[in-house]
């Protein structure tokens, strides 16, 4: 979605959706999440995504890898 400068729109949830999917171990610590969406250029690759189209798969294909791994080595996963 674009906003009325064209420029992807990019929220707080999607920011968060894509740290919490990819790099779950940032996204339990508002500073480390908050230093990882800067410093990884989040932001950026969030609207590359929603550019692309692959937004959504992404987030589901890491989740559903980290729920693959979490089985195949039986470790819960965390929240």
């Known amino acids: 979605m674009l906003d009325l400068f064209g420029q992807v729109v990019v929220t707080y949830e999607d920011l968060d959706a894509w740290v919490s999917a990819l ?3 940032f996204a339990a610590n508002e500073h480390r ?8 250029n989040v932001a950026d690759k969030v609207a590359r995504a929603k550019l692309a189209g692959t937004f959504d ?4 294909n890491a989740r559903a890898r980290r729920a693959f791994l979490a089985r195949r080595f039986g470790v819960i996963p965390m929240p």
Do not use: D, K, L, V
């Open 23 to 25: 790099a779950p171990g």
């Open 57 to 60: 798969s992404t987030i589901e």
């Open 33 to 40: 999440r908050a230093h990882y969406i800067e410093r990884w």
